[in-house]
């Protein structure tokens, strides 16, 4: 049996994406507004750091500091960047959730299960 | 005598496109510039030729009408300009203290100069595009929603590094 593999929770996918979208950009208030455009909703910076960090400890992330500004109130910048185990991890939660949505029509399995 | 219209135009059009990027009056700015300008220069014909106090009385009142507009022309550009003046006033940077020092509680000492500072640079965009109010209201928000996330990721590494110190201690 292959190795068993560590699959990412909703939030943590939402995030990772949001790192890798952003690119170079990637810190904790435009990652925390990235999250909020995709989910339509405001999100606690928070919830964001937790999981930057869960997903650091996990290697699926790098950070570093980086520069300040005056509009920050000469307080330096957290970086992130998506390592390739990061990548992998998206790729095999988003594999298993094609496997499981596959050939499955959720309109009609509503409609049938609850009318 | 003070002419009072003497060499308006150029100020007139400097003023009216430093406070208003309107075209739809831009055409009528023109045309009362240039009556401003033909009435300049009647004024400075009669200063050269040494007019009398009453053919200034004349000038000005044959063209009322232009210099009552441009009375009201110049209460808007004040209007304008006071309003541009208050748009462009930085905004006040200071993160609400109560809140920042609320946040500073639950947060680790790494954690106090980027989580702190994310903050701040979104307060100042939001300050500038909703105002001071809406900021800070989101602010607290934003300390309030994020409190239970970091005491909890703080909980779950505190409790794992004791586990593992008291592992190691016993090994």
Redesign the interface.
Known sequence: MSEPKDYLGHFEEIVLLAVLRLGENA???KI??TVAEAKER?V????I??TL??LE?KGYLKSW?GE??????G????YFRAEGAGVQALNETNAARNRLANGLDFGLACAGGIL | MNWPVRNQKPKVIKLFSAVCDLDRYATEMEMLATCLQSIDEQAQLLNELGGSPSEYEQLRIRHASVLRKLRHVEIMISLASQRLSEAKAPVNTTTPQLGERLLLLVLTKEERVNIPGDLAEEYVEIAEKHGKRFAKMWYYKQVAASAWPLIRKALRWGMLASIAEWIRRAV
């Open positions: 810190y904790g208030a925390r507004q405001d606690s910076i928070g919830a750091y937790a960090d869960r400890r500091q300040a500004t005056p509009e920050r109130g307080r330096a910048k957290r």
